[in-house]
T-cell receptor, first 117, second 110 residues
């Protein structure tokens, strides 16, 4: 199984440009998340989704948009990129975040390193 | 609101030492707790998942314990090796999300 796949791995953007970070999981997980991690800092939740067609804001949603048209895909869109969005972005998925059945292990993608100049 | 704290923030030890990393959470009504490892420039890898009904979970030289009543979990690493150098994070469910601690950065010197 591929797990959680993120593309691109690296990207440099100019201020004001837009782009989409792709995230795909093949584990039939219901819950998907986008985090950002600034250098030396912890993870901050941007957006999350509990199933296809359902998305919700996390701690730091401003400047980002998401969609969840399928169970597998959860793209993150950056509109009008700003230097403050320079970060490493991680996508993650889990079958169910709460009690659920079995072992609910959160699986992360390898990350997308974004630089905005 | 669930808050997760990890102590210490950083730890440097010589190879071979046994060590303990601590994780505290404010809301004890959790279903499980996970420990993750993050290598520099890499993503997070799940190490151990402890269900609320369990008190311990072991994987190789790693042993994680969970005390819900006191809001604490510990990750014990036996006979540390330079390859254990990484940042270790714990996370607990907070509603439909996982709440992460800020991590403990571990450096094991040869």
């Amino acid at each position: 199984n591929a797990g959680v796949t993120q593309t691109p791995k690296f990207r440099i953007l100019k201020i004001g440009q837009s782009m989409t970070l792709q995230c795909t999981q093949d584990m039939n997980h219901n819950y998907m998340y986008w985090y950002r991690q600034d250098p030396g800092m912890g993870l901050k939740l941007i957006y999350y989704s509990v199933g296809a067609g359902i998305t919700d804001k996390g701690e730091v949603p401003n400047g980002y948009n998401v969609s969840r048209s399928t169970t597998e895909d959860f793209p993150l869109r950056l509109e009008l990129a700003a230097p403050s969005q320079t970060s490493v972005y991680f996508c993650a998925s889990i079958r169910q975040a709460g009690q659920g059945l079995g072992a609910n292990v959160l699986t992360f993608g390898a990350g997308s390193r974004l630089t905005v100049l | 609101k669930q808050e997760v704290t990890q102590i210490p923030a950083a730890l440097s030890v010589p190879e071979g030492e046994n060590l303990v990393l601590n994780c505290s959470f404010t809301d004890s009504a959790i279903y499980n707790l996970q420990w993750f490892r993050q290598d520099p420039g890499k993503g997070l890898t799940s190490l151990l998942l402890i269900q609320s009904s369990q008190r311990e979970q072991t994987s190789g030289r790693l042993n994680a314990s969970l005390d819900k009543s006191s809001g604490r979990s510990t990750l014990y690493i036996a006979a540390s090796q330079p390859g254990d150098s990484a940042t270790y994070l714990c996370a607990v469910p907070g509603g439909q999300k996982l709440v992460f601690g800020t991590g403990t950065r571990l450096l094991v010197s040869p």
